[in-house]
Structure formats: structure tokens, C-alpha cells
């Protein structure tokens, strides 16, 4: 068997030379140190000096994220944003939802006694019985207990009280935020009625 033996060169090769592997890697090196040695900044992005695909036709730039991503002061606030842009930190977040910051109003009344409740939200709800000492009447919020609805009255809903009453029909009608009116068809025994008020 013949063994050839042929000079190995740093440099770039002539017919039957042989390149160092050395000098095979230095490119690859040169071009790691250059990203170390911060060679390849996002300004060089930006300018286009370094393209891909992506940035070649603009569509990403460090440019343009510069411009949309806040830095790490912006998130490490947990005050509540004041503008569309802004953005709530986790800790905001959960210090603002949840079961333990729903604060609706106490509730007032209980079983068979007048009560109200009212929501975060402003939405307030009215319930209670009454028993009716004639066929028609008012039902006036204040004299029964309860408070005045703040703004509006949307719905009363009204139904027959305690015991089978079905030859007693029992409506309400003319709601405001004080009180509402009140007849019934077939009154007898001094039977109540039920009801639930709904407004803000």
C-alpha cells in the first residue's frame, strides 16, 4: 500500500494540499466570539445588517419591540393601570379578584323576614312577605324595613304565600324605587304573599 504524504496548511489550499482542522474551526470561532463580544447588537438588527427571512421584509424588528415591550420597571409596579396600554402584574391581579374582593353589601333578613342585598356591580335585590289585611294595597319599602332602590326598580315578582292557594291569584304592578301596589283576587284568612324586587 502507498502512503501519500501531503503538507497540511492554515491557509486557504492548493492542489493536493490538506487544511489544518484548526483552520477549519477558526471561522466558526471568530464568529461565536463576535457574538460574545456583543459584535451583533439589535441597533445592526434593526438596520438590516443582520437578516433573516422575518426581518428582511420588516415584519419583525427590535425596533419595533423596543417600542411595544415595557421594560422590567413597567411590571414591577402592582398599582392599577391607568390606560389601555398598560399592563397588571400578576400580584395586581390576584389581589384584585377572587371570592375575598367580591364586597357586596351586608345581607339584611332572613327565613320569613323582609331583606336586600346589594351587589358590586350596583344591582340591588329586595325579598320578602307580607300578609295582606285586604284585596289590594301598597307595599312600601321604608315602612316594611327595607331601604328605597337607589335609581330604578327593573322587576317585582310576587307569588302566594305559605299554604295551597290556588283560588287566590295575587299581583303586583305601578313599581317605583319606593314601593309597589299590590291586589288580590280571592283574599281570605289574611293569607301573605312573596316577593322579590330587582333595580339599582
Known amino acids: 500500500m502507498t502512503t501519500y504524504t501531503r503538507p497540511l496548511v492554515n491557509g486557504t489550499p ?3 494540499q490538506v487544511v489544518k482542522a484548526a483552520h ?19 441597533d445592526q438588527i434593526a438596520a438590516g445588517a ?11 424588528t427590535a425596533a419595533k419591540m423596543d ?3 415595557p421594560d422590567a420597571s413597567a411590571m414591577a409596579t402592582s398599582a392599577a393601570p391607568t390606560t389601555d396600554a398598560q ?3 400578576k400580584k395586581y391581579v390576584d389581589d384584585n379578584v377572587g371570592s375575598a374582593n367580591y364586597s ?23 325579598w320578602g312577605k307580607k300578609t295582606m289585611g285586604a284585596n289590594t294595597g301598597t307595599f312600601d319599602y321604608t315602612d316594611e324595613g327595607l331601604s328605597d332602590f337607589s335609581n330604578a326598580c327593573f322587576q317585582v315578582i310576587i307569588c302566594g304565600g305559605d299554604t295551597d292557594q290556588s283560588s287566590q291569584t295575587v299581583q303586583c304592578h305601578s313599581p ?4 309597589f301596589q299590590w291586589s288580590s283576587s280571592a283574599f281570605a284568612n289574611n293569607n301573605p ?8
Not at 443582520?50 to 419583525?60: G, H, I, N
Not at 333578613?109 to 351587589?119: K, Y
Open 14 to 16: 492548493t492542489t493536493g
Open 87 to 89: 399592563l397588571a402584574n
Open 67 to 69: 417600542g411595544t415591550l
Open 50 to 60: 443582520v437578516d433573516t427571512s422575518e426581518l428582511a421584509t420588516a415584519a419583525v
Open 193 to 200: 304573599f312573596r316577593f322579590i324586587a330587582i333595580g339599582r
Open 104 to 126: 357586596p353589601t351586608s345581607q339584611t333578613g332572613a327565613d320569613d323576614s323582609n331583606g336586600e342585598i346589594t351587589l358590586p356591580n350596583g344591582l340591588e335585590m329586595k
Open 176 to 179: 317605583t324605587t319606593t314601593s
Open 24 to 42: 477549519v474551526n477558526e471561522p466558526i470561532d471568530q464568529i461565536y466570539d463576535t457574538i460574545l463580544a456583543g459584535g451583533i447588537t439589535s
